[in-house]
């Protein structure tokens, strides 16, 4: 068994996010941070349905996320988690969102939100 981890940084999403009105006017940039781990029997036959493939995640998450609004970031990193969850199979997941700019003299925060998997 071979056990494979998957790191996407800095993924840009642009969706509406915040509990403000004027937040509410116009999308903003949100930076996604992934890490992802899978297992992989070595005996499997190598075929597309034996890895993860990091395009799809990549498409699924900025499908899902720009075409819905959120109020939060937690709200946010939930949703991601339910996508990944419905069409993935992994053992344990670590996502990270960003919000540039949320707080006067801080570059970005963040929310972070962590499971593993029991199978």
């Given at each position: 068994?071979?056990?494979?981890?998957?790191?996407?940084?800095?993924?840009?999403?642009?969706?509406?996010?915040?509990?403000?009105?004027?937040?509410?006017?116009?999308k903003?940039?949100?930076?996604?941070?992934?890490?992802?781990?899978?297992?992989?029997?070595?005996?499997?036959?190598?075929?597309?349905?034996?890895?993860?493939?990091?395009?799809?995640?990549s498409?699924?998450?900025?499908?899902?996320?720009?075409?819905?609004?959120?109020?939060?970031?937690?709200?946010?990193?939930?949703?991601?988690?339910?996508?990944?969850?419905?069409?993935?199979?992994?053992?344990?997941?670590?996502?990270?969102?960003?919000?540039?700019?949320a707080?006067?003299?801080?570059?970005?925060?963040?929310?972070?939100?962590?499971?593993?998997?029991?199978?």
């Open positions: 068994m071979c056990l494979y981890t998957i790191l996407i940084k800095k993924l840009s999403v642009f969706t509406i996010i915040g509990v403000h009105k004027w937040e509410r006017q116009v903003q940039k949100v930076l996604i941070d992934l890490l992802i781990k899978y297992k992989l029997s070595s005996s499997r036959k190598k075929s597309e349905n034996n890895y993860l493939d990091y395009y799809k995640i498409s699924s998450i900025i499908e899902g996320v720009e075409n819905k609004e959120f109020l939060l970031l937690e709200d946010l990193v939930n949703n991601i988690m339910n996508i990944l969850m419905e069409r993935f199979v992994f053992y344990k997941v670590r996502i990270r969102a960003c919000k540039l700019n707080v006067y003299r801080a570059k970005k925060v963040c929310v972070v939100l962590s499971r593993k998997i029991d199978f």
